[in-house]
């Protein structure tokens, strides 16, 4: 219920204030499980995509937003509840296999779920090597991946920022990537790594990107 008041407010509030240029939205399935898997540039992003998408996206995020006490820690977990997110503890040594379990659970249920493939925001506009968990949840679960390109987030929420300003974003959704019969008799390894760079190249030829040809690793104070 607090997904569907703050889908039916937060949308068009957004989309009045910010305007976003929209591409290829026609692209991502009205129902069934979806991958949708996203360059990650600025907090933001996990608001933006949710907002434009017109069915329910799941992502994870960081723990910290939903354990708050007081008025404000309330209202940061409903507000995080209510854009559809799930809590995770990024420092816990298990969190990573558990991200993938919560993750093939929401895919189960029929629902769309949001990844971000660099697995932390590009600081410098690079586009990073993808982590190969995004192509573990399809060729598990046979969801077809959208991949996301987004440009423009930056500015919208710079890192360090707390409230977004005014900023030209562009969201473009590409043709979905799907994967039933591409990688049978293929080592689980290799089919991983193939699909990731095949969806990361996707990404990058949707956000504009430079490819940065490594990983781009968590910051240690990461705000």
């Given amino acids: 219920m607090l997904y569907q008041a703050l889908h039916t407010v937060v949308p068009p509030v957004a989309k009045a204030v910010w305007r976003p240029d929209v591409r290829g939205l026609d692209n991502l399935p009205s129902s069934g499980p979806v991958i949708l898997a996203s360059?990650?540039?600025?907090?933001?992003?996990?608001?933006?995509?949710?907002?434009?998408?017109?069915?329910?996206?799941?992502?994870?995020?960081?723990?910290?937003?939903?354990?708050?006490?007081?008025?404000?820690?309330?209202?940061?977990?409903?507000?995080?509840?209510g854009l559809g997110m799930l809590p995770v503890d990024r420092d816990d040594s298990a969190a990573a296999m558990g991200s993938l379990v919560t993750a093939l659970d929401v895919?189960?249920?029929?629902?769309?779920?949001?990844?971000?493939?660099?697995?932390?925001?590009?600081r410098d506009g690079l586009l990073y090597r993808g982590r190969t968990?995004?192509?573990?949840?399809?060729?598990?679960?046979?969801?077809?991946?959208?991949?996301?390109?987004?440009?423009?987030?930056?500015?919208?929420?710079p890192i360090g920022t707390r409230v977004p300003r005014l900023a030209k974003v562009t969201v473009a959704f590409g043709a979905p990537i799907t994967v039933e019969g591409d990688y049978d008799g293929v080592a689980p390894g290799k089919a991983r790594r193939d699909l990731t760079d095949r969806i990361m190249t996707a990404i990058g030829e949707l956000s504009g990107q430079e490819h940065a040809g490594v990983y781009n690793d968590r910051p240690v104070l990461e705000d």
């Fill in 39 to 81: 360059n990650h540039l600025s907090f933001v992003d996990s608001v933006v995509i949710p907002i434009l998408v017109p069915r329910k996206v799941v992502f994870l995020a960081k723990s910290d937003y939903f354990t708050g006490t007081g008025v404000k820690g309330a209202l940061s977990k409903a507000w995080f509840e």
């Fill in 107 to 122: 895919l189960g249920r029929g629902e769309a779920f949001g990844i971000y493939p660099e697995g932390t925001r590009s």
């Fill in 133 to 157: 968990g995004v192509a573990h949840l399809a060729l598990t679960s046979g969801a077809p991946v959208v991949p996301v390109g987004l440009t423009g987030t930056e500015r919208l929420q």
